[in-house]
Structures are given as structure tokens and as C-alpha cells.
């Protein structure tokens, strides 16, 4: 009986214009109605299924660091056209419109600030500017935000959230998996702590290098996390994937993750790990 289905489907389906945009806001995982105002109090989290929105970069900033404060670092460094790539727009003209939309020169904000006035080497990607896809600025200010958690001797916290490497910049975006896990590797050597935070979605390039190679790894509740999507997998393997597949929990489970951390509790956990490698 599909039109059955259907006229369901119809009815629950995910009508993203039916709500104007800002008094209310719905969930998308639940499909709660909630007053915008209210989830801007519980941090954009759903107080009925505990669903994480996405949110933008400059409200993580806000909740993680003393005051709210980042010292930003290299905020000019854009990006070239070196494969002069062209899909639907001019590479070009899309960094363009992302910067216009965002107010940022590319997907990563780095730079020095405090967690309970202990200093931490920050770094933070923005996935509304282009998916948050690492291309060679973004590898750029993630290594040099490494370097300075070396040169300083300071613990570097990496807040991931994006869709992998930068498909406009080809091979130089692999490349930056390269250049970011071999610093770490120096970090690792010299001893100095790298906490890894993960967010929806954390997949593919960036998933494969710098965040999954925290001391200790933590991801917000059901992010989607993983390398290749679902899909091709299952092309590739010819098998179903088991429930679940690709999120923090399965993660957690599997051994690839340390903790689970609701938003709420983001802040003190990074302050309790802190405080625990200073001793
Ligand atoms: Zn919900």
C-alpha cells in the first residue's frame, strides 16, 4: 500500500519553509516546534530529544573560551585557483560568495585563547563556507595553529565539523592531511596534549587525518562521523551496514572514540582534561 506511505510521508516530510525563519524553530529530528529564543538558551540543543543543531563557529568561540575571547591568527590567508577548477561556478566566484556570506576569508578560524585562564592553541572549521571543506588554507592555519601549540608549549584543541578535503583544490587538499598528521606527530613527541572535539559531521579528509589523531577524542551526541558516505560502502563491500553506522555512538562504541559530551558540558570537559594533563 505505497500511497499510504506516501501521504504520510507527505505530511511529516521535512517541509524546511513552513516555519519563517527566527521565533521558532523546528527540530529536525524530532520535529518539536521550539521558541528560538529557548534553544539559544540550551545552547542549540533540542530539549526534547536532545538533537545538536549545527551551529556557526563565533557560538562555539563563545561557550569554550574564557570571555568568549579568541586572539585570531593568519585571518587573511586565502585561498588560490591553482587547478583553475570549474563545476557548477568558478572555484573563484564560490570563495567569493562564501566569504560574502560569512564574513571569513575560509573555513577555519585559529588562533591562541583560554580555558579557565589555562592557554590553549584554538582552532575551530566553519562548515557554512563551503561544507567546511579543508583546502590549503584551511590545512595552512590547522598546521600553524599545531606550530604554535609546539613553539608555546601549550595544549591545541581542534573543533572539527566538515565534509573532508576541498575538491576545487584536487591533490593540494589531500596533501594537507599529509602536512597536519605529520605535526602532530612532532606535537606527540614533544608531549604537549591535543584534544580533538568532533561535530556534525566530521567525514572523510579531516575525519582521516588531524581528528582522529587526538590524545584524547570527543564528539557531540549522534554527529555523523565517518569517511566514505553510507552508500558508497555499501556499493563497495556489497553488504548492509550494521544500525547506527558512522555516528558518535557507534564510535564510541567501536573504540575509535573516548567520550560522548553534550554541549552543555563542553567547556567543563575540556577544563577537566586540561587540568588532568597539567598535572
Ligand atoms: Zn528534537
Partial sequence: MDWFKKAKSGLTGKEKKEIPDGLWS?????????????LEESLWVCPNCEYHFRIPSHKYIRMIL????????????????????????????????????????????????????????????EFSFV?????????????????????????LIL??????????EGILSLMQMAKTSALLAVLAGKKIPFIS????????????????????IIAEPKALLGFAGPRVI?????????EGFQSS???????????????????????????YFQR
Fill in 26 to 38: 523546528k527540530c529536525p529530528e524530532c520535529g518539536e516546534i521550539i521558541y528560538t529564543k529557548q
Fill in 66 to 125: 574564557d570571555n568568549g575571547e579568541l586572539q585570531e591568527y593568519d585571518v587573511d590567508l586565502e585561498s588560490k585557483d591553482p587547478l583553475r577548477f570549474k563545476d557548477s561556478k568558478k572555484y573563484p566566484d564560490r570563495i567569493k560568495a562564501a566569504q560574502a556570506k560569512s564574513g571569513l576569508k575560509d573555513a577555519v578560524k585559529a588562533g591562541i585563547g583560554k580555558i579557565d585562564s589555562i592557554d590553549v592553541s584554538f582552532a575551530i572549521m
Fill in 131 to 155: 561544507g567546511g571543506s579543508m583546502g590549503s588554507v584551511v590545512g595552512e592555519k590547522i598546521a600553524r595553529a599545531i606550530e604554535r601549540a609546539i613553539e608555546r608549549e601549550i595544549p
Fill in 159 to 168: 573543533v572539527s565539523c566538515s565534509g573532508g578535503a576541498r575538491m576545487q
Fill in 197 to 216: 572535539v568532533l561535530t556534525n559531521p566530521t567525514t572523510a579528509g579531516v575525519m582521516a587525518s588531524y581528528a582522529s589523531l587526538g590524545d584524547v
Fill in 234 to 242: 555499501q556499493q563497495t563491500i556489497g553488504q548492509d551496514l550494521p
Fill in 249 to 275: 555512538e557507534f564510535f564510541l562504541e567501536k573504540g575509535f572514540l573516548d567520550k560522548i559530551v553534550n554541549r552543555s558540558q563542553l567547556r567543563e570537559t575540556l577544563i577537566l582534561l586540561l587540568k
